[in-house]
């Protein structure tokens, strides 16, 4: 049984900041890619941003420059800093990681999300 619990949401005024968080637990052998999706009222869940395990990153367009992912494979976290943000930030982010299992289980796991709201 493998979990993803996010936090760190909440609303925030456009120009602010916000912190995600999102811890892995369970029968982990390893994590590799990990990553936040969001997902707007009436969109399609799209990526954030990615990080793998060596720490190479991506991230869409519209959040290069103001969003930075990070993890710590020791505690087997993911991390989202949000800054300047933007009305159209908000969303429901949600955590993502390629997780293989103590039982050599290769899975694609998702956290339950955490709205985020940027008030203009």
């Known amino acids: 049984q493998v979990q993803l619990v996010e936090s760190g949401g909440g609303l925030v005024q456009a120009g602010g900041s916000l912190r995600l968080s999102c811890a892995a637990s369970?029968?982990?052998?390893?994590?590799?890619?990990m990553g936040w999706y969001r997902q707007a009222p009436g969109k399609q869940r799209e990526l954030v941003a990615a990080?793998?395990?060596?720490?190479?990153?991506n991230y869409k367009d519209s959040v290069k420059g103001r969003f930075t992912i990070s993890r710590d494979n020791a505690k087997n976290t993911v991390s989202l800093q949000m800054n300047s943000l933007k009305p159209e930030d908000t969303a429901v982010y949600y955590c993502?990681?390629?997780?293989?299992?103590?039982?050599?289980?290769?899975?694609?796991?998702w956290g339950q999300g955490t709205q985020v709201t940027v008030s203009s």
């Open positions: 369970g029968s982990i052998f390893k994590i590799n890619d």
């Open positions: 993502n990681a390629q997780i293989i299992t103590t039982m050599l289980y290769t899975g694609n796991y």
């Open positions: 990080i793998t395990r060596g720490d190479s990153t």
